[in-house]
């Protein structure tokens, strides 16, 4: 068991103890009831049930460990959930909690439109009769995403034709108050002319009709599409670590 510095409620509590910080804007939804810690320079939450993860955190990745750790022990948090939480050693988290799949990614963000680019006016929202396209793209070009048409974490669809004929894709999966792009997929006969850039730049500028902050997430050894995502503007980055409790 463990007494945690400050209970917390509410998303508003948490985003101020958090500094507003994107990631927790990003993870918890306005009207949504959330509660929360404050524990060694870490504020974290625990999400309703249903949600992509069952906590997070930002802030220091020990103290966060330690409140994961006792909730998982007294049954707050089960076998199967996630967590997340700021860059942690693989050895410290295994010896915290017990863990079934550990992966380590980046959170990027941006606050301003990007640079043009050729062809991002090609970027057009796609609708449910795109979803049999989306799915024979999403297949050949991207087939280990979580994003698929048909999930209900998925706001819209966007991408770039040509004719008939689906090049590039892309889900926005905005959730709280930061736009989030997802699942960005070219066709692999079509890379290499620029549609990445373009369909990235067009959604972009798309979200930011709606908010005031655009974020993707990255695995850090995708070192070409972490070069694009910067020339783009999304030069700001949280280093996370997700966390499948076994």
């Not at 948490?14 to 500094?19: D, H, I, K, N």
């Not at 909690?97 to 550990?102: D, E, Y």
């Not at 994003?147 to 090049?167: F, T």
Request: with cysteine; aromatic share 6%.
């Amino acid at each position: 068991m463990i007494t945690v510095d400050e209970a917390l409620s509410g998303r508003e509590t948490l985003l101020t103890a958090a500094g507003d910080h994107p990631f927790a804007r990003h993870a918890l939804r306005p009207g949504e009831a959330v509660h929360g810690w404050r524990h060694g320079g870490a504020v974290g939450w625990l999400l309703p049930p249903g949600e992509w993860s069952a906590g997070g955190a930002v802030g220091p990745p020990g103290p966060a460990l330690d409140v994961f750790a006792a909730q998982r022990a007294d049954g707050t948090l089960r076998a199967g959930q996630s967590v997340n939480l700021s860059r942690a050693d693989p050895d410290e988290v295994a010896a915290r909690l017990p863990v079934a799949r550990l992966s380590d990614w980046d959170f990027l963000w941006t606050t301003g439109p990007p640079p043009h680019q050729p062809e991002q006016e090609r970027v057009v929202r796609l609708t449910e009769a795109d979803h049999p396209a989306l799915a024979a793209l999403i297949e050949e070009a991207f087939p280990g995403t979580t994003s698929r048409p048909g999930d209900p974490g998925v706001v819209d669809w966007y991408g770039i034709r040509d004719g008939d004929r689906l090049l590039a894709c892309g889900a926005d999966r905005s959730r709280g108050d930061i736009g989030f792009l997802a699942g960005l997929t070219v066709a692999p006969g079509q890379r290499g002319r620029g549609l990445g850039a373009a369909l990235t730049a067009g959604m972009t500028c798309a979200l930011f009709g709606r908010y005031d902050a655009v974020a993707l997430g990255v695995y850090p050894d995708n070192v070409g599409a972490i070069r694009l995502y910067r020339r783009l503007g999304f030069t700001a980055t949280e280093h996370r670590t997700s966390v499948k409790l076994a």
